[in-house]
């Protein structure tokens, strides 16, 4: 039995609040519809075991659910299920040792969800911002085939695979724009603040300046007056564009624009790749249909170009072409993976051999941010240097020509 809280109106028209205890919402509007009330609101309350549990941890719970408190709920409740626990028990034990706030609700919620007869993957299917189309295929087919400490294994696996592939591609990003924000920080202390103690001592010089000089000194007076403007243009621009990237075309633009970024390009496109193997080999291997397995990698895909392309694979193996011939005519496939698709579905081994493909990619990965990290450093200390270089030298010529010009008496 579940809480409920609900606002109705009477006949008359006068509101009425309170709480019942039900199954299901179902249960509460016909109790509520036979006592002759038209609810406007209803909403289930905050489990009252959980408030306990979380009372008798006494811990501060974060407000958000993570990769890694996915993944240990998963490796948890696999090893809970396959030494015997029931799953009500499972999940009332984990419960009270997630340390995430949304997911400790959502996993008492998805209990009592079940206790009034609901299946688990259709408890999971009601917190879909938790818990994605991925997990309650595998949890569905895991049920279906009385493994489901297997599937939940799988699953945990695959988005262990997905968090370090994140973690990677966040690392690849991280660094260079670390490098970078520290070369304008420079840049921004030198031009703001040690130029124009030069430009006041050669204007009471009052000598000529070279060329170089004068364009330094005008950048520097023109960052000075007018930073706080630039800062807002800057603020304002970026603003823009967050906004323009979550609209759809701005989502399209972007996606297609990251996998035509030089040298960045090809990591792009081997997380895509490595992504999709991946996620198509472990349903695959867990028993879901290839047609479910596709439309559920389509939606999945975090880029969109590739999430079209992966549809129209799926539109063709649904006409009853192989996997392998629609990928052939995409650019977006290269030839090794699809001849390594191509054997595995001749040889009925198909997941075996994505299993296969997603091993390279994440390895070419792995082997690509090693590369990019190493080379990049000695390109953005070289790259900082010409450019502090060019300020210092812009400003000491000046002295070197009025140290040239002074001949003793």
């Known amino acids: 039995m579940a809480s409920f809280v609900y606002v109705a109106r009477d006949r008359s028209g006068i509101l009425q609040t309170g709480d019942l205890d039900a199954v299901d919402e179902d249960e509460v509007l016909s109790v509520l519809q036979t006592r002759g009330l038209i609810v406007t609101s209803l909403a289930r309350k905050e489990s009252q075991v959980a408030e306990r549990a979380l009372r008798r941890r006494n811990v501060r719970l974060h407000g958000r659910v993570t990769v890694d408190d996915k993944v240990l709920f998963c490796q948890q409740l696999a090893t809970l ?53 991925f997990w309650t295929n595998l949890v569905q087919t895991g ?35 670390v490098l970078i924000g520290a070369a304008v920080l420079a840049l921004a202390v030198f031009v703001l603040k040690i130029i124009p103690i030069f430009s006041g001592l ?32 800057l603020v304002g621009a970026g603003w823009l564009l967050r906004n323009f990237v979550r609209t759809e075309e701005g989502r399209w633009l972007v996606d297609r624009l990251l996998l035509k970024i030089p040298v960045f390009n090809r990591l792009f496109v081997q997380l895509q790749l490595a992504q999709f193997s991946r996620g198509l080999s472990t349903l695959l291997e867990s028993g879901v249909p ?12 975090t880029n969109k170009v590739y999430g079209r392309a992966i549809g129209q694979v799926k539109e063709s193996v649904r006409q009853g072409k192989t996997v392998a011939e629609p990928m052939d005519k995409e650019s977006l496939f290269p ?3 699809v001849q390594m698709i191509q054997v595995g579905e001749e040889i009925g081994e198909l997941g075996k051999m994505l299993d296969r493909v997603a091993k390279h990619y994440e390895e070419r990965v792995s ?34 020509s009025i140290a040239g010009g002074f001949r003793p008496g």
């Open 290 to 301: 290839i047609l479910f397995s596709l439309e559920i990698m389509e939606h999945s895909a």
């Open 367 to 400: 082997t690509f941010i090693e590369r990019l990290t190493s080379l990049f450093e000695p390109i953005a200390i070289a790259v900082m240097a010409l450019i502090i270089g060019t300020l210092v030298i812009s400003m000491f010529l000046p002295i070197f």
């Open 202 to 233: 050669f204007a009471s010089m009052n000598v000529p300046l070279p060329l170089l000089t004068q364009i330094v000194m005008g950048v520097s007076e023109f960052a000075r007056r007018y930073a706080i403007v630039v800062v807002l243009v």
């Open 143 to 177: 049920e279906a085939s009385g493994h489901l400490a297997q599937s939940l294994q799988q699953l945990a696996r695959y988005l262990e695979s997905v968090r370090d592939l994140q973690q990677k591609a966040i690392t690849a990003m991280t660094y260079p724009l």
């Open 335 to 337: 030839p090794m993976m």
């Open 81 to 133: 299920i396959d030494a015997g626990i029931p799953l009500l028990k499972g999940l009332e034990v984990l419960s009270t040792q997630v340390e995430s706030r949304p997911l400790m609700m959502a996993i008492e919620r998805m209990r009592q969800d079940i206790e009034g007869g609901l299946t688990f993957r259709d408890a999971l299917a009601k917190h879909p911002k938790i818990f994605s189309s």
